[in-house]
């Protein structure tokens, strides 16, 4: 991989951890704070908007990738991140996935918003 594709997919995952984090940061907030089926909610309802702006801040500064791509990358990362950090080393259970509110949703709606911001974004580019 030569400096400049490695720098891309660096400036990519980086996008891609700030969401995760927020998203993680509305789940340690909200526990501490509400219930947790409260803080499920809050957090479906916080990952598109979070993904949703951190991919239009990619998609106008970087747009290295296409929306299905980038919507891959976030997504992939984000079940990865949970998978091996927050599952394996932080609960050390498997449980978390077996809530659709709390994994399943939130994923899907990853890869939705980073899809569609990519999208309009691009179509946005092209009228102007």
Same mark, same amino acid.
């Given at each position: 991989?030569?400096?400049?594709?490695?720098?891309?997919?660096?400036?990519?995952?980086?996008?891609?951890?700030?969401?995760?984090?927020?998203?993680?940061?509305?789940?340690?907030?909200?526990f501490s704070v509400?219930?947790?089926?409260?803080?499920?909610?809050?957090?479906?309802? #916080?990952?598109? &908007?979070? =993904? $949703? +702006? @951190?991919?239009?801040?990619?998609?106008?500064?970087?747009?290295? %990738?296409?929306?299905?791509?980038?919507?891959?990358?976030?997504?992939?990362?984000?079940?990865?991140?949970?998978?091996?950090?927050?599952?394996?080393?932080?609960?050390?259970?498997?449980?978390?996935?077996?809530?659709?509110? #709390?994994?399943? &949703?939130? =994923? $899907? +709606? @990853?890869?939705?918003?980073?899809?569609?911001?990519?999208?309009? %974004?691009?179509?946005?580019?092209?009228?102007?």
């Amino acid at each position: 991989m030569n400096t400049t594709n490695f720098r891309k997919l660096i400036i990519i995952l980086l996008h891609a951890i700030v969401g995760w984090a927020l998203c993680g940061a509305i789940i340690g907030i909200g526990f501490s704070v509400t219930t947790e089926q409260n803080t499920l909610i809050i957090h479906a309802i #916080g990952v598109p &908007i979070i =993904f $949703g +702006l @951190i991919s239009l801040v990619y998609f106008n500064k970087f747009n290295f %990738t296409t929306p299905v791509q980038t919507a891959i990358i976030f997504t992939s990362f984000a079940i990865l991140m949970d998978f091996f950090v927050i599952a394996l080393l932080v609960q050390k259970s498997l449980a978390m996935f077996m809530s659709i509110l #709390g994994t399943w &949703i939130p =994923f $899907g +709606l @990853i890869f939705v918003s980073t899809y569609l911001v990519g999208t309009l %974004t691009a179509k946005r580019v092209q009228v102007a």
